[in-house]
């Protein structure tokens, strides 16, 4: 928009009188302190940050049964495993002739 359009001139005079007409327009008179008096109330009522103990407990809430999952399945894929790896030995073992 070029500095004289309509357009602009009339968001210009719109703008300036809503700055005329809300200059005096501010907080009342505590209102700082007001403010200040319910930060320091919301910090009172609200728990302290968590701890580095806090911390584990957390993390051992969801750590400790995952890792019981985990074991458990390593576990059971382990002796899957085992039991084919012994029947495919003793297939072999059954096939040789042994000569004695």
């Known amino acids: 928009m070029?500095?004289?359009?309509?357009?602009?001139?009339?968001i210009e005079d719109a703008l300036e009188r809503l700055r005329r007409e809300t200059d005096r327009v501010g907080a009342r008179g505590g209102f700082e302190a007001r403010i200040m008096a319910a930060v320091e109330r919301e910090a009172a009522s609200s728990p302290t940050a968590p701890s580095f103990v806090d911390g584990v407990r957390r993390a051992a809430w969801f750590g400790v049964p995952g890792a019981l999952l985990?074991?458990?399945?390593?576990?059971?894929l382990a002796v899957r495993e085992d039991a084919i790896t012994t029947d495919s030995v003793?297939?072999?073992?059954?096939?040789?002739?042994?000569?004695?």
């Open 90 to 100: 003793a297939e072999t073992y059954a096939a040789e002739d042994f000569d004695l």
């Open 70 to 76: 985990v074991a458990a399945l390593a576990m059971f």
């Open 2 to 10: 070029e500095p004289n359009e309509p357009g602009l001139m009339e």
